[in-house]
């Protein structure tokens, strides 16, 4: 039986720290040379160096993936590795949970987004480091069509708005349909064109979405009371 018994019960066992593949290394200005192949990649992506050197976005040569970390509080519960060469079967890996990741504990680039009261919600982490990189942060990125409890507690925690950037197919309008349809605080939709998702749009394309006018799905003022 997995745990180990104390006087009042069972407890369940240590989780293993979650850590980078090995032979992960950061990506760093100054060494672009050195992951160029990364670089580039990202380059395509029309991802900014800035972005990249904020989300600590690492380099993993023997895989050939960019590697995007996902934390919270600063401690590592996921990562993300993506392909650059074109040629692997699987596009995106993620940590295993026997590793120590927790599935669904964070959004990526949660840390970054401070005290923000609007959120810009993502699917993929690519889609909401794109949206930094056309000046439309802070976003973050679920890395899948469905919001878990600990994602969705916090962004209500602190009462944001949430404004979601879903894909333009229908994997994106469940995103949609999970946020509205759970919760009372104000939601807006901002749609890129069908086919697309944010991170394949171009700054203009990214400026006209944010321009124009959104869905408002739901609304609800919270009231503080002070003693």
């Given at each position: 039986?997995?745990?180990?018994?104390?006087?009042?019960?069972?407890?369940?066992?240590?989780?293993?720290?979650?850590?980078?593949?090995?032979?992960?290394?950061?990506?760093?200005?100054?060494?672009?040379?050195?992951?160029?192949?990364?670089?580039?990649?990202?380059?395509?992506?029309?991802?900014?160096?800035?972005?990249?050197?904020?989300?600590?976005?690492?380099?993993?040569?023997?895989?050939?993936?960019?590697?995007?970390?996902?934390?919270?509080?600063?401690?590592?519960?996921?990562?993300?590795?993506?392909?650059?060469?074109?040629?692997?079967?699987?596009?995106?890996?993620?940590?295993k949970r026997e590793d120590g990741a927790r599935k669904g504990a964070s959004l990526a680039g949660w840390?970054?987004?401070?005290?923000?009261?609007?959120?810009?919600?993502?699917?993929?982490?690519?889609?909401?480091?794109?949206?930094?990189?056309?000046?439309?942060?802070?976003?973050?990125?679920?890395?899948?069509?469905?919001?878990?409890?600990?994602?969705?507690?916090?962004?209500?925690?602190?009462?944001?708005?949430?404004?979601?950037?879903?894909?333009?197919?229908?994997?994106?309008?469940?995103?949609?349909?999970?946020v509205c349809g759970l919760w009372a605080i104000e939601v807006r939709v901002r749609r890129v064109p069908?086919?697309?998702?944010?991170?394949?749009?171009?700054?203009?394309?990214?400026a006209g979405v944010a321009a124009s006018a959104s869905e408002v799905t739901r609304r609800f003022r919270?009231?503080?009371?002070?003693?």
């Amino acid at each position: 039986f997995a745990g180990v018994r104390e006087d009042d019960g069972w407890k369940e066992p240590a989780r293993p720290r979650l850590l980078l593949p090995p032979g992960c290394r950061p990506l760093r200005r100054g060494a672009e040379h050195q992951d160029a192949e990364a670089w580039d990649y990202l380059g395509g992506r029309r991802i900014a160096p800035e972005v990249v050197l904020a989300w600590e976005v690492a380099w993993w040569p023997a895989a050939g993936r960019v590697v995007v970390p996902v934390t919270l509080r600063g401690e590592l519960v996921d990562w993300v590795a993506r392909d650059v060469t074109g040629t692997a079967r699987v596009k995106a890996l993620s940590a295993k949970r026997e590793d120590g990741a927790r599935k669904g504990a964070s959004l990526a680039g949660w840390d970054l987004v401070g005290a923000a009261r609007v959120v810009r919600l993502c699917e993929g982490v690519f889609d909401a480091m794109r949206l930094w990189s056309a000046g439309m942060g802070p976003a973050v990125a679920v890395c899948t069509n469905h919001l878990s409890d600990d994602q969705r507690d916090l962004l209500l925690g602190a009462g944001r708005g949430v404004e979601i950037w879903p894909d333009g197919d229908r994997p994106g309008e469940r995103l949609v349909e999970d946020v509205c349809g759970l919760w009372a605080i104000e939601v807006r939709v901002r749609r890129v064109p069908d086919g697309l998702d944010p991170g394949a749009c171009s700054d203009a394309e990214i400026a006209g979405v944010a321009a124009s006018a959104s869905e408002v799905t739901r609304r609800f003022r919270v009231a503080l009371e002070t003693a």
